[in-house]
């Protein structure tokens, strides 16, 4: 194969492109580790050179400057992999979540405009079932995995990444800062939606809490400059295909470090904890307590059995973790820094909350965080909420953001908004700042439950459940109330051995909030069903407890 371009195009980077941070990693450390799963293990030269591959294979199916490709897969090599070669190759790449049924594909790849493909053989039959459904898409790429034949309509994965070729490969259109990567999530309501990140305005969120960064605009020698050998070792316990496992592989890898995916394609915590001893992992993330929970649980019953001293920081996302569940991991790791970030795909490093030994006493409440340097809490009227005067806004980040929605500028306008003259995300999530400063997350304000004229946030009062040792785990929904209008409802899956007592749960919650957040109802469930991104399907939730009632 020959190369379709020089790597760079003179003069059009407009900022960073990680394809470009990838390739000089791969020139200054060609031997180090960058990918691993299960028994293999790819050096950065061996990810660069079959990422060129994959990407001249891409280009040969006739795209253009920002065609996009979508990852219908599984964690694994191959997905880092396909999204190298995709930025290689001047094209935006298109997360898939995997879970979704037939017509919510075709509704996302023809959303997305979608015309290139990367999936897991085992999807082949549903594929199957929709491939005339989608005129657009112009190429499969199958990766193998031992459930099916290679189909006569796709072409095999590893032949394209093993193909030779002369050189590096780049489109005639190089490559830029201003290239996507879409993003698209399901959000509360209605159907999935595109983010549109630039690359370098990804770039420098990701770089945000680095302690040595990149420049603002790309120079000779900075990426090389700050690597003193390979990086951290990290391993994402979440998805790729959602934002928290693959934003935190990402920003690992920027550094010169190593992404490690596990082989079980569900939640392996016996894996998880073999996989970190075994390949001395300094860091993972997960998604609250749905990941720590279980941990903890194995830890306490074998306790000598796994040696973590490698193990630094987790980093939870997208979803709280209670403090219990944090001191009791500090029992099997004293030097554990655990950090919960308030972000989302719209909005990366809004606030955090860090837990260490020495000050997890000290944190009365897991959904207390410290505001990043560009955000603060708003009223819907454009002003600062006060520190103390119990007034409640919306979390606003300015900075390194998204661009908005793909092909939706409505949404775009009502998230993306400017405030005196500066753009802001403000993607939903409500919260009180206390007179300390540190704001109190109160939870996403599609979800708010009126009762009796109170605005009550579900995560609030999940939070304040789940710190019962006889709850696994929790959700709180509306339901209708003849007297309130809306009355609370505490769905709650019980720990191991333990059932729930309503009048305890109502009791626990009164005893440390206003009482009109006490649910009225307390209903128990084999499994709250939480997604593998940690995330609640509050609709079903709540279709639950109406049937459950006798409401529906």
């Known amino acids: 194969m020959g190369s379709h371009g020089a790597r760079y195009r003179a003069g059009v980077t407009n900022g960073w492109n990680i394809a ?70 001047g094209l935006a790449v298109v997360n898939t979540n995997y879970r979704y049924a037939a017509d919510e594909l075709i509704y996302l790849w023809d959303n997305a405009d979608v015309e290139i493909v990367v999936f897991h053989g085992t999807f082949t039959e549903r594929i199957e079932e929709i491939r005339d459904r989608l005129p657009r898409i112009r190429c499969w790429i199958r990766v193998d995995d031992g459930t099916h034949p290679l189909p006569e309509w796709a072409i095999d994965y590893e032949a394209c990444a093993t193909a030779s070729q002369d050189g590096r490969t780049s489109a005639p259109w190089g490559r830029s800062g201003d ?108 998604v609250g307590d749905a990941f720590a929970k ?62 260490t030994s020495e000050s997890i006493g000290d944190t009365s409440s897991t959904a207390r965080f410290t505001l990043g ?76 439950i009126n009762t009796g004229g109170e605005k009550v946030y579900p995560e609030e009062v999940e939070e304040i459940i789940k710190t019962m040792p006889e709850v696994f785990d929790c959700a709180v929904v509306g339901v209708p109330d003849e007297r309130f209008g809306e009355a609370i409802c505490a769905i709650v899956e019980c720990a191991d051995g333990h059932d729930v007592v309503s009048a305890a749960v109502i009791d626990h919650v009164k005893g440390r909030l206003a009482g009109y957040k006490a649910p009225r109802h307390v209903m128990s469930i084999s499994s709250i069903g939480r997604a593998v991104n940690g995330k609640l399907d509050y609709r079903t939730l709540r279709a639950h407890a109406l049937d459950t009632l006798g409401l529906s």
Not at 345 to 355: D, L, Q, R, T, Y
Not at 391 to 416: H, M, N
């Open 294 to 355: 279980p941990i903890l649980r194995a830890l306490d019953a074998e306790p000598d059995r796994w040696d973590l001293s490698s193990l630094r920081v987790i980093v939870s996302s997208g979803v709280m973790w209670a403090r219990e569940t944090k001191e009791g991991l500090l029992r099997h790791n004293s030097r554990l820094i655990m950090v919960d970030t308030l972000g989302s795909s719209e909005a990366i490093g809004m606030a955090s909350n860090v837990s």
């Open 179 to 286: 290239h996507l990567l879409l993003l698209y999530t399901g959000g509360t309501t209605g159907m999935p939606k595109g983010v549109m990140w630039r690359q370098d305005d990804l770039v420098g969120a990701l770089d945000a809490s680095n302690r040595r960064r990149l420049p603002e605009q790309p120079t000779p020698g900075s990426v090389a400059a700050r690597l003193a050998g390979p990086g951290p070792r990290g391993l994402p316990g979440a998805p790729l295909m959602h934002g928290t496992g693959f934003f935190n592989a990402i920003s690992t890898m920027m550094l010169g470090g190593s992404t490690t995916t596990l082989t079980s394609r569900n939640f392996d915590v016996v894996e998880l904890l073999d996989t970190i001893e075994g390949s001395h992992i300094n860091s993972i993330s997960i």
């Open 373 to 448: 340097p560009n955000t603060r809490v708003v009223t819907e009227d454009g002003r600062d909420v006060a520190p103390g005067s119990g007034e409640r806004g919306r979390v606003a980040l300015r900075g390194r953001t998204p661009i908005g929605y793909y092909k939706d500028a409505e949404k775009s306008a009502a998230t993306f908004q400017v405030i005196n003259g500066v753009r802001y995300s403000i993607p939903g999530d409500w919260a009180e700042v206390d007179s300390d400063g540190t704001v109190i997350l109160l939870g996403r304000g599609s979800q708010c």
């Open 20 to 89: 470009d941070i990838f390739a000089d990693i791969a020139d200054s450390i060609p031997d180090a580790p960058a990918l691993r799963h299960g028994g293999l293990e790819r050096s950065w030269s061996d990810m660069d050179r079959r990422a060129h591959a994959l990407a001249h294979a891409m280009l040969d199916t006739g795209v253009v400057e920002q065609s996009k490709v979508a990852q219908y897969l599984y964690n694994g090599p191959e997905y880092i992999e396909s999204v190298l070669g995709a930025f290689i190759a």
